[in-house]
């Protein structure tokens, strides 16, 4: 077994479950792997990259139900990775804000 195979079993997917834009990124992610290149800014990228992929997915017509659903949890799992991977600078701008609150009052 490939470490491709692997790494889509572990997800419980299989290469012919992926669309193209998700292949090319997968294959762009495992040589970024070998060269260990991988990197928060590239992994959000992805994320993003990928929700755009399905949110356009999502708005095509003639789906049925089971691809529809299947497509909305796909889009619901990027959209809270990019949320997720969004936190930590929230985070710090909130901190920024209120120290600078709290130099202001003095």
Known sequence: MSMLDSILEQAGLKYE??????????????????RKEFTVNSIREYIVA????????????????????FLKARLRNYILLEAFLDSPAKAKKMVERRLAGLVSRK
């Open 17 to 34: 479950d992926l669309d193209k834009a998700e292949e090319a990124t997968l294959h762009k992610w495992l040589g970024s792997l070998e």
């Open 50 to 69: 990928m929700r755009r992929s399905v949110d356009e997915e999502v708005s095509k017509t003639g789906h049925n139900s089971k691809q529809d659903i």
